[in-house]
DNA sequence: CCAGATCAGTTCAGTTTCTGCACCGGTACA
DNA sequence: TGTACCGGTGCAGAAACTGAACTGATCTGG
């Protein structure tokens, strides 16, 4: 079982967890899920110190999480906005969210919901199986080598 | 919006990133879900620096989601389990595990891959809501100010 | 009875990374 | 002419990470 889990480095989720394991770099994808795209804004609303947002936006950029584009001319200015790649990874920071909201929160409850178009409910996610339509949780899973496993 | 977002900061969301966003936080907890719990076997298996490994575990013990478990006395040998608040990220790390092989994988594939119990096909997840059963990502959903919201 | 092996950690010194703060260059506005 | 805006850099000190060796207590084989 041990041995199973230790293909894993290097893999895609050891990238992905390489990637997305670098303190800020998913609040920062966070506040562009919810529109933000300057650089000013981003260093105000995180806190996060300049030179390491200039760091982490160039990662997110060479990752392809993010582009660079100019949204003015003289003097160019940039802003940042997911790509495609990037935007797939909402899923991931909606679930990590929740299990926030779910261990750390206040009393209060969670400070931002989301509202489900297709429902028109606040969206109360959770991970299901395509096949079946089931949840999925630890329990209900066991990982076993994939096409990708190397010996 | 972006003040929206803004208010995030140190809140439920913002803490459960601050934790995770650790470098190596999720790839212990990755082992742990494949039933890893040995300090020596994390470290042969990740390859993580072990000062740095006792250091997460302690930072992860303290958070609740590991627990420290004495699992032979003389000489005191302990061992880390998940805790049911770890294990609830569960599905968080299976999101990114998602993202990374269809983003990140080679062209075999994924290495390891989930057999669902419910159908016993190989899982296929996605992010779905309790409400309506339809699936939630980028586009499907706006964030709104929820109950915890600080003015 | 002794040499190794096990195992959960720690110590230490060196390197990398992060942080805070000031600053740049170019423009627009008053 | 002075100030505010804006993306981004430079620098020095603080913090975190890293690799390699080592600890202390026990068990195992010869």
Redesign the interface.
Known sequence: ??D??????G????????L????????IL??A????RRYG?LA????IPRPTLSARLRTLVDA?LLERVLYAPAPDRYEYR?TD?G??????I?????????????P????????????G??????????????????H???????????A
């Open positions: 079982m041990d199973l889990a230790h293909r894993f480095e893999e895609s989720v050891g990238r992905a967890l390489a997305v394991g670098e303190r800020w770099t998913l609040l966070r506040e899920f919810f529109g933000v804004v105000r609303n995180l806190g392809g997911l790649a935007r797939d990874l909402f899923g991931a909606v679930a990590l969210m929740r299990w926030g909201d779910e261990h750390l929160a206040g209060e409850g969670p400070p931002i919901v989301l509202r489900h178009h297709a429902c409910e606040i969206a109360d996610p959770r991970l299901t199986c395509r096949h079946c339509g089931q949840e999925i949780d630890a209900a899973v066991t990982p076993e080598p994939g096409p990708g496993f190397r």
